[in-house]
C-alpha cells in the first residue's frame, strides 16, 4: 500500500513522457490524487487500529549488503507524510495553466512528489538515501529551467552544491555507521550505536545533511535566493515539504539512533537553533521582497522545530511536566502548521506577483479594501504563522516552548524574543500591504477567484482543525515510543 | 605432468568456436567474396563472427552453470582458473563484444572488413583468457593478445590522419607499459621462483617485491588508463573507431582489473608488503579521480569526455582494489565490489559509446557535445537510453552506477582496521571520491543538457536510420544497467570467489 502510493507519481511521470503533452497536467494530478487517497485513507485506517504498525512491508533486497526493503507508517512519519500528500495535488492543480514545457515540467514535479513520498516512508537507509536524492534532483531542474528571475541558475546551482554537499557527508556517514554496525536499517541501529569518538564524527557528518537540508545557520545562504527564484508551486514544495525533510530526519535518525551524542550535543544544537530562530527574524525585518521575506520567516519558524529537538536531549528528570513528550509533539505538529501556513502564503504572494508584476513589499497599500477575500485569507494565514491562539500555528508552538522551556529555560526565553520579532515583521507586512491608501494602478486589482479559494479552502479548515482541536493530529505523534 | 588432452579441448570448446568462427571469416573474405561490395563483405563478416561468438558464449554460459565438461586448475598444470567467478566474468566479455559487433558494421571505416571482425574477437578471446589465467606468463601473453588487436583496430580507420596518429601514440605508449608489466612479473617470478599465481608463497616485504608490484602497477594502470599513465586515452577515444572505443573503454578494462585483483592477491597475507602498496594505489587513485574529473570539465569533444571520465572511474575502482585483501564476511567484499563496478561501468560505457555510434558516425567529423543538441526530440528512444547510460557512470541511484559506487565505497571502509582510529585508514579517501562525484554530476548533465534539454532547428536531420541489431543492443544494455541497480543479487553471488 505505502509502496503504490509512493509509486505512483513516478508511473504518472511515465506515462507523462510517454503520452502527448496535453494529457501531462491531468496524469500528474491523478498520480497525486492517487497518493492522497490511499495516505488519507491509510491513516484514517490507522488511527482507528490498535496496530501500531498497521501499515508496514518488508522484503528482502540485496542479502549481501543486508539492504532490507522496509517502509512503514508509524507515528513519526504520519503527518509529514499527510501533509506532502495533500500538497501534491494541490501543487499540480495551480500548476494547472502551466504551458512551457508541460511534459518536463509535470514529470519533475511527479517525480519530486515520489521522492518526498519514499523519503518519509522508508527505513533503510540505502532506499532513503535514493529518494533521498529524488527530491533533490527535479527541485533543481525545477528552479533552473522553469524559474522566474534572473538569478535562476545561480540560486538553482548553489541550493543543488549545497544539498548535494550535505548529502555526501551523510552518506559517510553511514557507511561508517554500517562498518560499526553492520546494518542500514534504521529500526535495527536504533540501540546499536555506542558513545565512541567514532560515533561522535559520524553523528557530525549525518548532522552535516540535516543541518543544509533545515536548514540552519549558517547553512542557510542557499534557501532564500532558491525560494524566490523558483516558480510559486515549487517554492509550495520547497517550504512545505522539503524543509520538512530535515525535521523529519532529525527525528527519525538523529533522535532514535544517536541519543547520547544528541544529549552530548544538545547545547550546540540549541544555540544554533536559537542563532537561527534570531537570523531568520532579522533578516526578514530587513526584507522587503515578499518572497524572500517568506523565506526568512520560514527559516525562522523551521528552528523552533530544532529547538524542540534539542531539548528531548537534554535530560528531564524531576520534572513535573513531561517536556520531552510535549516538545516532540510541539515538533510534529509545527512541522505540520508550518507546512500549511507557509504553503498558502507563498501562493497568495504568488498571486499578487502574478497580478501586480511585483512582490514589493512597499509597493503595496491598502489591498483590503479592494481584494477583501485575498486580506481575509492572507490575514488568517498570516497570524497562524504568528501563532494566534486558536491557529495551528499556536498550538504547535505552545507545545515546543512548554517543552523546551522546563529543560531549558534561558534559551526558551531569548527565542521568546524570535516569536515577538516574527510579529514585527509579519505585522508590518500585512500593515504594508493592506491598509493605508490604496495605490492608483492597484485599484483595479481583480479578488480570489473560485477556483483560487477552493485551492485555498483544505488549508485553511486544516489551519482552524489542528488550532481549535489538535488532539485529532497529536494522536499520531503519541505513537512515537 | 600429463594433460588430458580431449578433455582439454572440451573445455577450451568456447574458445574454438570463436577461433573457427574468426578464420571462416577471414577465409570467405578472402575467397568467395574477392571483389564484392564492401558492405556485403561487412555482413557477411559480420554474420560468421556473431554466429561463432554466440556459440562461444552459449557454452560459456552452460559451463558457468556446470552444465558442461570444465577441468580444475591442478589438470591444466596450473594454467587456466575456471570457476563460477572467472567464468562469469569471460561470459559477460563475450556478451559484452556480442554487442559490439553490430556496432562495427553500422560504419564502413577499413577496406578490411573481415580482419575488422577478426581483431575484435581476437581481442575478446585474449580478454576471455586474462580472466581465466592462473599463470603469470599465461596471463601476460593473453593480455598482450589483448593489447595488439586494440593497437591494430585504432589504426583500422586510415582515411583519417588521427587515427593513425592516435595509434601510434596507444602502441609505443603500450608497449612500454608491456615492458614495466613483464619486468615487474619477472621480478615476481625471480623473487618467488613461481609462475603459478595458486603456489605463489608468502611475500616478504622486501625491496624486490615492492619494486615487482610497482612495476605491475604502472603496467597494468596504462590499460586501466589510471593518471599519470593516462595521455593515450583521450586521444585514442577520440581517434579510433567508435566501437572500437568502446571495446577498448569496456572490455579491456574488465579484463585488466580482474588480473589486477588476482595479482593482488598473494599480498594480502604479508601485512607489511601491503602497507607499502597500499599507499602506491591511493596515490594513483587520488591522481586519476582528479585528472578525469577536472579535465573532462572542460572537454567539448563527447568521445574525449568519456575518455576523461573513464580515467575517473578507474580511480573509484582503485579505492575498491584497496580493499582486496578483504575476507569473505557478512560485510561488503573488497574483490567483488570491484568486479562488480567494473562490469557495471564497462556496460554503461559501451552503451553510451554505441549510442555515439548511430548518432555520430554519420557526421564524418568528431562529436562535438553540441552535434547531439535536441536530440529527444528526433530519437526518444535512445536519448532515454544514454541517459541511463550517463547517469549510471555518474551514479545515480537507481541504477547500476549508484550501487556499484555504493558498493565500491562501502566495501573500501569495511576492509579498514576497526575503525576505532581515525588517524588510520582512507577515510579522507572515500570523502575525496565521494566529492568528486559530486563534481562529475556537472560534466554528465552538461551532455544530457544538449540531449534532452536544448533546442535545435534542424531536428528532423537527426533522424538516424538505427539497425535493428544495434537496437536490440543498446536496449538490452540499458535494460541491464536498470536491473542490475533493482536487483543486483544474481550477479553479485555469482562474482563471489
New interface residues.
Given amino acids: 500500500m505505502i509502496t503504490t502510493m509512493t509509486l505512483a507519481p513516478l508511473v504518472a511521470a511515465i506515462l507523462i513522457l510517454a503520452m502527448p503533452a496535453q494529457r501531462a497536467r491531468a496524469l500528474a494530478l491523478i498520480g497525486a490524487l492517487v497518493s492522497f487517497a490511499l495516505t488519507a485513507w491509510m491513516l484514517i485506517e490507522f488511527k482507528s487500529s490498535t496496530n501500531d504498525f498497521l501499515f508496514r512491508e518488508s522484503y528482502e ?6 539492504v532490507h526493503y522496509l517502509v512503514r507508517l508509524d507515528g513519526t512519519n504520519a503527518l509529514v507524510l499527510f501533509l506532502a500528500a495533500l500538497l501534491a495535488p494541490i501543487v499540480v492543480w495551480i500548476s494547472w495553466g502551466h504551458s512551457d514545457r508541460p511534459k ?1 515540467y509535470f514529470a519533475l514535479l511527479s517525480l519530486q512528489f515520489t521522492g518526498l513520498f519514499g523519503t518519509f516512508t522508508a527505513l533503510n537507509f ?1 532506499h532513503w ?2 529518494y533521498w ?2 527530491a533533490l ?1 527535479p527541485a533543481f531542474f525545477l528552479i533552473k ?1 522553469f524559474g522566474k528571475s534572473e538569478d535562476r541558475h545561480k540560486a538553482a546551482i548553489n541550493f543543488f ?1 549545497f544539498t ?2 550535505g548529502s ?1 557527508a551523510m ?2 556517514g553511514f ?2 555507521l ?3 554496525t ?1 546494518s542500514f536499517s534504521f529500526i535495527d541501529l536504533q540501540d546499536k550505536v555506542e558513545s ?3 560515533s561522535s ?1 559520524i553523528f557530525v557528518a549525518i548532522l552535516a545533511g540535516l543541518w543544509v537540508k533545515v536548514p540552519l545557520a549558517p547553512l542557510h545562504i542557499w534557501q532564500a535566493p532558491a525560494y524566490a527564484a523558483a516558480p510559486t508551486p515549487v517554492v509550495i514544495l520547497l517550504t512545505g515539504v522539503m524543509s520538512k525533510m530535515g525535521v523529519y530526519g532529525f527525528l527519525r535518525l538523529i533522535v532514535p539512533i544517536f541519543p547520547n551524542q544528541l544529549e552530548q550535543h544538545a547545547d550546540m544544537l540549541l544555540g544554533f537553533a536559537l542563532l537561527t530562530i534570531l537570523w531568520g527574524a532579522f533578516l526578514a525585518l530587513r526584507q522587503t521582497d515578499l518572497k524572500k521575506l517568506l523565506a526568512f520567516s520560514s527559516l525562522n519558524h523551521v528552528a523552533y522545530c530544532v529547538l524542540g529537538i534539542a531539548a528531548l536531549g537534554v535530560a528531564a528528570e524531576g520534572l513535573k511536566v513531561d517536556a520531552h513528550e510535549l516538545a516532540k509533539q510541539g515538533v510534529i505538529l509545527q512541522m505540520f502548521a508550518h507546512g500549511l501556513s507557509a504553503a498558502g502564503l507563498f501562493y497568495l504572494v504568488g498571486l499578487l506577483e502574478q497580478r501586480t508584476g511585483t512582490r514589493d513589499r512597499d509597493t503595496f497599500g491598502g489591498l483590503c479594501s479592494v481584494t477583501p477575500r485575498f486580506a481575509a485569507v492572507f490575514y488568517i494565514l498570516t497570524f497562524c504563522s504568528l501563532g494566534l491562539p486558536f491557529l495551528a500555528g499556536f498550538a504547535a508552538e505552545f507545545l515546543i516552548f512548554s517543552g523546551s522551556f522546563a529543560v531549558a529555560p534561558k534559551v526558551t526565553a531569548v527565542a521568546t524574543m524570535g516569536l515577538l520579532a516574527t510579529a514585527v515583521f509579519l505585522l508590518t507586512m500585512l500593515q504594508r500591504v493592506f491598509t493605508g491608501p490604496v495605490k492608483e494602478k492597484h485599484q483595479s486589482m481583480s479578488d480570489l477567484t473560485r477556483n483560487e479559494i477552493l485551492i485555498l479552502i483544505p488549508i485553511l479548515i486544516l489551519v482552524f482543525w489542528a488550532g481549535i482541536y489538535p488532539k485529532t493530529w497529536l494522536a499520531f505523534s503519541q505513537l512515537i515510543p | 605432468m600429463d594433460l588430458d588432452f580431449q578433455k582439454l579441448l572440451l573445455t577450451l570448446l568456447p574458445d574454438l568456436v570463436v577461433v573457427v568462427a574468426l578464420f571462416a571469416a577471414l577465409g570467405v573474405d578472402y575467397s568467395r567474396l574477392r571483389g564484392a561490395a564492401l558492405a556485403k563483405r561487412y555482413e557477411t563478416a559480420y554474420r560468421i563472427s556473431a554466429l561463432g561468438l554466440f556459440a562461444g558464449l552459449v557454452m560459456a554460459v552452460l559451463q558457468a552453470c556446470g552444465k558442461m565438461c570444465v577441468m580444475d586448475a591442478a589438470a591444466t598444470a596450473g594454467q587456466l582458473k575456471l570457476t563460477t567467478n572467472t567464468l562469469t566474468l569471460k561470459t559477460a566479455l563475450f556478451a559484452l563484444a556480442l554487442a559490439v559487433l553490430p556496432l562495427a558494421k553500422r560504419d564502413l571505416v577499413t577496406t578490411h572488413a573481415s580482419e575488422y571482425f577478426a581483431l575484435i574477437l581476437l581481442a575478446t578471446l585474449g580478454m576471455g583468457f586474462v580472466v581465466t589465467s592462473q599463470n603469470l606468463l599465461g596471463a601476460f601473453v593473453a593480455l598482450e593478445l589483448v593489447s595488439l588487436s586494440l593497437y591494430a583496430m585504432t589504426a583500422l580507420n586510415q582515411s583519417r590522419a588521427a587515427s593513425g596518429e592516435a595509434a601510434l601514440k596507444y602502441l609505443t605508449f603500450g608497449a612500454v607499459s608491456s615492458g614495466f608489466l613483464l619486468f615487474g612479473l619477472s621480478y615476481l617470478y625471480g623473487a618467488t621462483g613461481e609462475l603459478n599465481l595458486a603456489n605463489l608463497p608468502q611475500l616478504e616485504s622486501t625491496s624486490l617485491l615492492i619494486a615487482a608490484y610497482l612495476l605491475i602497477f604502472v603496467g597494468l594502470g596504462f590499460k586501466l588508463a589510471l593518471a599519470p599513465f593516462h595521455l593515450w586515452a583521450p586521444d585514442v577515444y577520440q581517434a579510433a573507431p567508435t566501437p572500437v572505443a568502446g571495446w577498448i573503454g569496456s572490455g579491456s578494462k574488465i579484463a585488466a582489473a580482474a588480473l589486477l585483483l588476482v595479482l593482488l592477491q598473494p599480498v594480502a597475507n604479508s601485512p607489511e608488503l601491503k602497507k607499502a602498496l597500499v599507499l602506491a594505489l591511493a596515490a594513483l587513485a587520488v591522481a586519476s579521480m582528479l585528472v578525469g574529473n577536472l579535465g573532462a570539465l572542460r572537454q567539448t569533444n563527447l568521445k574525449r569526455l568519456l575518455a576523461y571520465s573513464a580515467i575517473a572511474n578507474a580511480g573509484y575502482l582503485l579505492v575498491g582494489v584497496l580493499a582486496f585483501d578483504s575476507p569473505i564476511t557478512d560485510k561488503a567484499n573488497g574483490n567483488q565490489s570491484v568486479l562488480f563496478y567494473i562490469l557495471v561501468y564497462s556496460i554503461a560505457s559501451l552503451g553510451a559509446f554505441a549510442v555515439i555510434s548511430v548518432l555520430a558516425d554519420r557526421l564524418g567529423r568528431d562529436a562535438e557535445i553540441s552535434d547531439f543538441n535536441g536530440c529527444w526530440k528526433a530519437i526518444p528512444g535512445l536519448s532515454i537510453a544514454f541517459m541511463i547510460f550517463l547517469l549510471s557512470m555518474a551514479g545515480i541511484p537507481p541504477l547500476a552506477g549508484f550501487l556499484g559506487k555504493f558498493y565500491l565505497f562501502l566495501a573500501a571502509i569495511s576492509a579498514l582496521p576497526e575503525a576505532a582510529s581515525l588517524d588510520q585508514g582512507f577515510y579522507w579517501l572515500i570523502a575525496f571520491a565521494l566529492m568528486m562525484s559530486v563534481v562529475s554530476l556537472y560534466y554528465y548533465l552538461r551532455v544530457l543538457k544538449a540531449f534532452l534539454v536544448v533546442t535545435d532547428e534542424d531536428g528532423e536531420a537527426k533522424q538516424v536510420p538505427v539497425g535493428i541489431a544495434d537496437r536490440i543492443s543498446i536496449f538490452a544494455l540499458a535494460a541491464i544497467i536498470v536491473a542490475l541497480g533493482l536487483w543486483p543479487e544474481p550477479l553479485l553471488g555469482l562474482l563471489q570467489n
Fill in positions: 533486497w540485496i542479502r549481501d549488503l543486508k518536463t540505502f538515501f535514493i536524492e529524488l534532483v529551467l552544491l548535494v554537499l555526501v552518506l559517510l557507511l561508517f554500517y562498518q560499526e553492520g565512541s569518538e567514532v564524527l
